[in-house]
């Protein structure tokens, strides 16, 4: 068995657990896999959903939010975005402001689907996200926001102290989601 059918199969087992009212950490799940998988992941993708719909007798639904186009679509809308382009040091005053687009684009996906407590959205690219924001502030901006499970696929390695590194690339952050890996079964 192959690492992303690991992963499949350590995912089905997770949600098929019942959910409890929780806090919005507690909600956040972590699909953890390495960096060099992450075209495998998004071939399939329609693997998780279908998986999450046939989960619980089909009591979840699916939504997909995929973040690695919105830096691109946020500097277009910027007014000076020319002036950024020839000067990308400028963009560390306002970066923050980037954080506030995904929220936004969150937002929107909300108001467009009709989701439950019981649906999951799955939201994909963190790793386009690398050196501009951190993926733990955008999680936690974005959990609250939504009463069901938010479905992180994450390129990048889990231990055992909680500990997440996206991409490998630096020091990781503690953070207390539910983590699914594909180094063993569950």
Not at 14 to 24: F, K, L, Q, S, V
Not at 69 to 79: D, G, I, Q, R, V
Not at 123 to 129: F, L, N
Not at 132 to 142: F, G, T
Request: aromatic share 12%.
């Amino acid at each position: 068995m192959n690492k992303i059918d690991v992963l499949l199969k350590n995912y089905i087992k997770t949600i098929e657990i019942p959910w409890r009212n929780t806090a919005a950490a507690q909600r956040v799940i972590f699909a953890v896999y390495n960096k060099t998988d992450e075209l495998r992941i998004r071939a399939r993708l329609g693997e998780f959903e279908i998986a999450t719909k046939n989960a619980e007798n089909g009591k979840h639904g699916w939504a997909h939010f995929d973040i690695t186009n919105t830096f691109a679509e946020w500097m277009h809308s910027l007014k000076y975005a020319q002036s950024y382009y020839q000067k990308p040091h400028l963009l560390g005053s306002i970066i923050k402001r980037y954080g506030d687009f995904i929220e936004k684009k969150f937002d929107e996906l909300l108001n467009k689907e009709n989701l439950s407590s019981a649906d999951i959205i799955a939201v994909t690219g963190v790793g386009s996200v690398f050196g501009l924001i951190k993926v733990s502030e955008l999680v936690d901006k974005l959990s609250p926001r939504f009463s069901g499970r938010l479905l992180v696929f994450f390129p990048g390695s889990y231990s055992e102290m909680h500990n997440y590194q996206l991409l490998d690339g630096y020091d990781g952050w503690n953070y207390h989601a539910i983590p699914i890996t594909c180094d063993r079964e569950i």
